[in-house]
């Protein structure tokens, strides 16, 4: 439904564009105070019961983003957008699902991290400079990129090319955010196929951007927008010529190809000495993968146990009937899909460790190519500590420097063996972990030195002068519950230097006669 049509002539434009870029996921006008005929406002409304909503982010000015936090107004109707257009810089064109202000007065915005992302209407490229013109930059979309940009939008040293979709990719929890995965390597290559023109390559992909509005508009073309598949075709093509491959969405009418027949499937099951030891996953896991495995592939639970009962009997130390029986009843909970590609190069990293596999999982679906185990292991490790930071930096709220997981939900939430995650707790000089009571009342906290820190800036804002009275105690009770890691001393040693500092400023403050008193 278009909206505000009611509105003068000389929002048209702008209006299209808003409507291109919001799709149905923001209400049409403003609940509270529209100003939107009656009538008009309850028709909107009618059509607005049929789809989701969210909210959008937007902020008065660029220095408003801070080091403590993002200082902002939540935004849920277009037409409040349209209204507010010229009162704004920056915004964010695609919308989130949960939407909340971090501080009483409401003046701090949070819940703009990607997981928090209900779908994606665009793509849009950073170009920091001006050296390259209007027509350079459409020049390169048509002969390096997708092809025409939607809108482009100038910005004090450049220039924003949005590529605005015809449908919006939706995300969801239910499949472990995999449209996410496509779009994030989606706007990579856009991002690459646009560095004749020094596009940045380091762009927040669904962050804030420019807000368009009826003065910063330079190019504008309707007719140029993009069907998701089209874009995930287009994405293979690039990855493809660079022979870089990732998890892709499945393509209708593919011929499946079963998992059963890949050579990494045939190696693990006909591996017998599977036990496992202490850091090391064993006999449990690997039956769960393979479980999975037949899930996946469609089999019954009957057949997986007649399949899996003759894998076991096959181990030189096999599980116990009742254990193997739990496992497959564990696989087809309905808690789970399928395997895990994690899993399956861990197991054949650690069972089948001198042979090399392109692992397949189920069709189009993941390729990954295994490395030689010695550069895979510290590659590995820097992956899940970088997703376990992303994990916590989306769950985590300004005021509070832990998010309280059990180390068994942080596992399942990241999918990381828990063998993976206490080696990598001991060597992570970014990932810190704390404990809070003992038995069954203890809470395991979870933070990075990075976001601590800025719970630490937060505390100062928040406090004031009152900063260092107060802050030495709350630091010490927490400090004294932190669990040894790499990490810890770094952070440690921060927290000194900033006490120091900010002692040493309460001095240098003081009138100049007080300071050189006695």
Not at 173 to 185: D, G, H, I, P, Q
């Amino acid at each position: 439904m278009a909206f505000l049509t009611c509105m003068e002539p000389k929002k048209d434009k702008l209006t299209k564009v808003f409507n291109m870029i919001f799709h149905e996921g923001l209400l049409t006008f403003n609940p509270k105070a529209s100003k939107a005929p009656v009538l008009v406002q309850l028709q909107a409304k009618e059509a607005d019961m049929r789809d989701k909503k969210g909210a959008i982010f937007v902020v008065r000015d660029k220095s408003h983003f801070t080091a403590s936090g993002v200082k902002g107004v939540i935004m849920t109707s277009k037409e409040t957008v349209l209204a507010q257009v010229d009162n704004f810089t920056h915004f964010t064109p695609n919308v989130y699902r949960h939407y909340e202000y971090a501080d009483s007065k409401r003046r701090y915005i949070k819940g703009f991290e990607e997981q928090n992302l209900q779908q994606i209407n665009a793509f849009v490229v950073d170009i920091d400079t001006k050296k390259h013109t209007v027509q350079d930059i459409l020049l390169a979309c048509l002969d390096d990129s997708i092809g025409r940009p939607t809108i482009i939008v100038e910005t004090t040293r450049g220039y924003q090319v949005y590529f605005l979709l015809a449908a919006p990719f939706f995300l969801t929890n239910k499949t472990e955010f995999r449209s996410l995965k496509v779009a994030k390597r989606i706007a990579d290559n856009l991002k690459r196929s646009l560095k004749s023109v020094e596009a940045d390559p380091f762009c927040n992909d669904f962050g804030f951007f420019r807000m368009p509005n009826r003065q910063n508009i330079v190019w504008s073309d309707e007719t140029a927008i993009y069907n998701p598949a089209t874009l995930i075709d287009w994405s293979v093509r690039r990855d493809n010529d660079i022979n870089r491959p990732l998890f892709v969405v499945p393509t209708p009418g593919a011929k499946k190809v079963s998992v059963m027949d890949t050579e990494w499937f045939q190696a693990l099951i006909n591996a017998v000495d599977i036990k496992g030891k202490k850091g090391q996953i064993g006999r449990n896991n690997t039956l769960f993968t393979l479980a999975l495995t037949c899930l996946q592939e469609g089999w019954s639970k009957d057949r997986t146990m007649d399949f899996l009962d003759e894998f076991n009997y096959r181990l030189n130390c096999p599980l116990s009937g009742s254990s193997l029986k739990s496992v497959i009843e564990s696989a087809y909970s309905g808690k789970y899909h399928g395997p895990a590609k994690e899993y399956v190069e861990e197991l054949l990293a650690t069972y089948v460790p001198n042979r090399t596999f392109e692992v397949k999982l189920g069709g189009k679906g993941w390729y990954k190519f295994k490395k030689a185990r010695e550069n895979r292991e510290r590659s590995h490790c820097h992956e899940w500590e970088q997703d376990i930071i992303n994990y916590i930096t989306a769950e985590k709220s300004v005021s509070e420097p832990f998010i309280w997981r059990t180390q068994k939900e942080l596992c399942e939430a990241i999918k990381i063996p828990s063998s993976t995650l206490n080696k990598l707790l001991k060597e992570s000089k970014k990932i810190i972990k704390t404990t809070k009571g003992k038995g069954r009342n203890a809470k395991t906290g979870w933070t990075t030195v990075e976001l601590y820190i800025q719970y630490i800036i937060w505390l100062k804002q928040d406090l004031g002068t009152r900063f260092a009275e107060f802050l030495r105690p709350i630091i010490q009770e927490q400090m004294a519950l932190l669990e040894p890691s790499a990490g810890y001393t770094t952070l440690v040693n921060y927290v000194q230097k900033l006490l120091k500092e900010q002692h040493l400023t309460e001095q240098l403050s003081m009138p100049e006669s007080l300071l050189h008193t006695g």
